[in-house]
């Protein structure tokens, strides 16, 4: 969670801070292509493939790291 948190704060540029709860759209303000950069570093961190089709129902940090978790455990 705390890799999560740290490259999200590097992404959004802001003076939000950053918890579980903290909404990845409208808080951070990160638009559709640093999504993308950050699923694909995830991907690449956690050697793991995520479906873009799972990303609609990701809204906050949690969602995020629990959908990377549940990729992980199914592999």
Do not use: G
């Not at 590097?10 to 950069?37: H, P, R, Y």
Request: net charge negative; hydrophobic share 45%; glycine share 0%.
């Amino acid at each position: 969670m705390q890799l999560l948190c740290n490259r999200l704060n590097s992404l959004a540029n802001s003076e939000v801070t950053i918890t579980s709860e903290t909404n990845i759209i409208s808080e951070l303000s990160i638009d559709s292509i640093k999504l993308l950069n950050l699923i694909m570093e995830i991907e690449d961190t956690f050697d793991i493939s995520i479906p873009i089709n799972a990303l609609a129902d990701v809204q906050t940090v949690h969602d995020l790291a629990s959908l990377i978790s549940r990729i992980k455990s199914n592999q």
